[in-house]
């Protein structure tokens, strides 16, 4: 596609309900990336996939967040359990594998934990 | 560690006069450095980046940036800022992580508010 394309775009789940939140980048790109943004915060890195290369999950906040890519393609990110303090935008972005290149950004998912 | 920081909350500046947003970076090798632009209830947008070369990097609208190695800072600039420029900007440098890779480290934000 064109751009970068997330969904759902709003999600509305109950504490303690798992979510599974999708995300689906650019053709071509072989890096996509994670973040979450709270609520009049900046970006907190998640998880960073390359190519066939084993995942950066160093940003991953507890074991009840984890994500998937399949070749280079869609990724999912879940998270189980939801707590309240989940409740954020979830912001996807992928990229060429080039050190130099610039992150292509989706609308981001916004998750809310009642 | 890798870190870029964003010394201003919030800039306020009068539509027409001159606008800068600061941000200063920490890396242990060659910085990239990139600027982002965040409107309400959107994804970020890339404006510019500086990878080598000329230390003055010009971007989208209108925007450019100042690579300083010796003050190691990259603060955003427009000569004549509009009201439709307010919005949350993000610098980010990229920082090399596990076995090679590289994620993008990003700074909290700067909330910039153009006055009409």
């Known amino acids: 596609g064109a751009g970068v394309s997330q969904s759902p775009s709003n999600k509305v789940t109950e504490k303690g309900k798992d979510v599974e939140l999708r995300c689906d980048p650019i053709?071509?790109?072989?890096?996509l990336y994670w973040y979450r943004q709270r609520l009049g915060q900046g970006l907190e890195f998640l998880i960073y996939?390359?190519?066939?290369?084993?995942?950066?999950k160093s940003g991953l906040p507890s074991d009840r967040f984890s994500a998937e890519r399949t070749g280079e393609s869609v990724s999912t990110l879940t998270i189980q359990r939801t707590q309240q303090e989940d409740s954020a935008v979830y912001l996807c972005?992928?990229?060429?594998?080039?050190?130099?290149?610039?992150?292509?950004f989706g609308q981001g998912t916004r998750l809310t934990v009642v | 560690a890798q870190s870029v920081a964003q010394p201003e909350d919030q800039v306020n500046v009068a539509e027409g006069n001159p606008l800068t947003v600061k941000c200063t970076y920490s890396?242990?090798?060659?910085?990239?450095l990139f600027w982002y632009v965040q409107y309400p209830n959107r994804g970020l947008q890339f404006l510019l980046k500086?990878?080598?070369?000329?230390?003055l990097v010009k971007g989208s609208y209108g925007f450019e940036a100042e690579f300083n190695k010796s003050q190691t800072s990259f603060h955003l600039k427009k000569p004549s800022a509009l009201v439709s420029d307010s919005a949350l900007y993000f610098c980010a440098v990229r920082s090399p992580g596990g076995s090679g890779t590289y994620k993008y480290i990003f700074g909290t934000g700067t909330r910039l508010k153009v006055l009409a």
């Open positions: 996939f390359q190519g066939n290369s084993a995942p950066d």
């Open positions: 053709s071509g790109h072989t890096a």
């Open positions: 972005a992928s990229s060429y594998t080039g050190v130099g290149t610039e992150a292509f």
């Open positions: 890396v242990s090798g060659n910085p990239y």
């Open positions: 500086y990878i080598t070369g000329d230390n």
